[in-house]
């Protein structure tokens, strides 16, 4: 089976531009979460995706935006692109949503550097 | 509001020698908890998960950990670290209320020859 995709692995904006990072869930996997990873933050919570509805969102700026299609697929967005968005982005599927005791199985990340 | 703390960013262990990485919640009602690995330039990867069915959860690669509600507590361990250990490895917990998953800030493994 198939693990969890991201593309792409690597990039580099700069200051106010947009981005779009895509994630290809495990086959079956219904939920894709998205966390946003530096050094002095750890791991933060973007947003879940469930069934094509978001159904939880952490503390980001409304720059930070997403969406799943109907075969699971999900792609975030960042706009005004600012220094501080520079981070590894994980996505994450489980086949059911997040709550239960449900394993979360990661892609390699992307990495985004803002210049 | 649901919490993870972990002790501890960076410890050093001795190749062999016992490895415990600490990991408290805090929530009164038990959260699901797990514990994951990340490898350098890669995702997290499950080591374990608390089920409920027992307080001793055995994971991959040699790891366990023990959960302890009265130390709303549940530290990984490894009897004998291998230089493959060598990783970033955080602690998780699915909050029941917020259908959160919040992680811990993570411990970065060292082990020396």
């Known amino acids: 089976k198939a693990g969890v995709t991201q593309t792409p692995r690597y990039l580099i904006k700069t200051r106010g531009q947009q981005v779009t990072l895509s994630c290809s869930p495990i086959?079956?996997?219904?939920?894709v979460s998205w966390y946003q990873q530096t050094p002095g933050q750890g791991l933060q919570f973007l947003f879940e995706?469930?069934?094509?509805?978001?159904?939880n969102k952490g503390n980001f700026p409304g720059r930070f935006s997403g969406r799943q299609f109907s075969n699971s697929r999900s792609e975030m967005n960042v706009s005004t692109l600012e220094l501080g968005d520079s981070a590894l982005y994980l996505c994450a599927s489980s086949f059911g949503a997040t709550g239960a005791n449900n394993e979360q199985f990661f892609g390699p990340g992307t990495r985004l550097t803002v210049l | 509001a649901q919490s993870v703390t972990q002790l501890g960013s960076h410890v050093s262990v001795s190749e062999g020698a016992l490895v415990l990485l600490r990991c408290n919640y805090s929530?009164?009602?038990?959260?699901?908890l797990f514990w994951y690995v990340q490898y350098p330039n890669q995702g997290l990867q499950l080591l374990l998960k608390y089920t409920s069915a027992a307080t001793l959860v055995k994971g991959i690669n040699g790891f366990e950990a023990e959960f302890k509600k009265s130390e709303t507590s549940f530290h990984l361990t490894k009897p004998s670290a291998h230089m493959s250990d060598a990783a970033e490895y955080f602690c998780?917990?699915?909050?029941?209320?917020?259908?959160?998953?919040?992680f811990g800030t993570g411990t970065r493994l060292k082990v020396l020859a």
């Open positions: 086959s079956g996997h219904r939920s």
């Open positions: 998780a917990v699915s909050d029941r209320g917020t259908y959160k998953y919040i």
């Open positions: 995706y469930f069934s094509e509805t978001q159904r």
């Open positions: 929530s009164s009602v038990p959260p699901y």
